[in-house]
T-cell receptor, first 109, second 114 residues
Framework: GQQLNQSPQSMFIQEGEDVSMNCTSS?????WLWYKQEPGEGPVLLIA?????ELTSNGRLTAQFGITRKDSFLNISASIPSDVGIYFC?????????FGAGTRLTVKP | NAGVTQTPKFQVLKTGQSMTLQCAQD?????MSWYRQDPGMGLRLIHY???????DQGEVPNGYNVSRSTTEDFPLRLLSAAPSQTSVYFC?????????????FGPGTRLLVL
């Protein structure tokens, strides 16, 4: 089955910097989801997007549902040390849900 | 509420051994699922259940069995473990199928097969 293409694979940034990551697919999705996973834990939902072009924020996080419905973007502004973790995208159409491989974020104080 | 719980947290098996990964949820969710997480890959669906007594295969079901006798529990069985099954396993639940935004994940079971 097709997985999503998520990039970058990893990021090393300085505290206070902004972060951008994205997911692309050759298939159309009806819903895009962004999760964060911390060591030893399961993924936790950050943002859900339901409509092409939709821009949704959750605190310092902002995500967008691409116009083509084949991609999505996540931005984190003014990163802090607790942003460290792996960020996953997921695309869903009806009962089919596909995940990206994740972006591992490291924030240096 | 405990949410989704998984046991054990970590397990080492020898090739050919069998074991059951436990998953329980206390949110009265109808839909439960099992995923495996491998380096460089997204979560892949192994099996899922839309309610007690109903299970179906996901993307990578070979080598795994499931059953759902109650709403709360959804165990995953490895009948004869293989090194290719070394992975981190996540159980998840949601009120209904197809509602990923309401899906909760357990903390995971890390399995090493030697």
């Amino acid at each position: 089955g097709q997985q999503l293409n998520q990039s970058p694979q990893s990021m090393f940034i300085q505290e206070g910097e902004d972060v951008s990551m994205n997911c692309t697919s050759s298939s159309i999705f009806n819903t895009w989801l962004w999760y964060k996973q911390e060591p030893g834990e399961g993924p936790v939902l950050l943002i859900a997007l339901y409509k092409a072009g939709e821009l949704t924020s959750n605190g310092r996080l902002t995500a967008q549902f691409g116009i083509t419905r084949k991609d999505s973007f996540l931005n984190i502004s003014a990163s802090i040390p607790s942003d460290v973790g792996i960020y996953f995208c997921a695309g869903q159409v009806f009962n089919d849900m596909r995940f990206g491989a994740g972006t591992r974020l490291t924030v240096k104080p | 509420n405990a949410g989704v719980t998984q046991t054990p947290k970590f397990q080492v098996l020898k090739t050919g051994q069998s074991m059951t990964l436990q998953c329980a949820q206390d949110m009265n969710h109808e839909y439960m699922s099992w995923y495996r997480q491998d380096p460089g890959m997204g979560l892949r669906l192994i099996h899922y259940s839309v309610g007690a007594g109903i299970t179906d295969q996901g993307e990578v079901p070979n080598g795994y069995n499931v059953s759902r006798s109650t709403t709360e529990d959804f165990p995953l069985r490895l009948l004869s473990a293989a090194p290719s099954q070394t992975s981190v396993y996540f159980c998840a639940s949601s009120p209904i199928q197809g509602a990923g935004e309401t899906q909760y994940f357990g903390p995971g079971t890390r399995l090493l097969v030697l």
